[in-house]
């Protein structure tokens, strides 16, 4: 069985691609995001704030993610990002690498001696 930190580790390689399939689903907020993956992952990974923000700067950075101030009437004023049409195809992108993978990894596990 694998061990909470190898898992840790294959899900932050995939960081960006998750980040960007949260924001395909509507503009979000860093707080929401990190409980989103917390949520989704039944509590399986929870990612940390200083990976979700140099992320999301990355993502920024290549043009995959906007960023905007909400107008907050009460509580503090929250920065939130939209996925870019880029952004979209770089998640379609990034899903269609991740099945490829996924694919050779499973028939390079094959212990069962099943279809190759």
Known sequence: MATRDAVSDLIRGNIDSIILRILSRGDSYGYEILKEVAETSQGAYEMKEPSLYTSLKRLESQGFVTSYWGDETQGARRKYYRVTEAGAHELHEAI?????????????????????
């Open 96 to 116: 269609e690498r991740w099945v490829r993978v996924r694919n050779i990894i499973d028939r390079l596990l094959n212990q069962d001696g099943g279809d190759r």
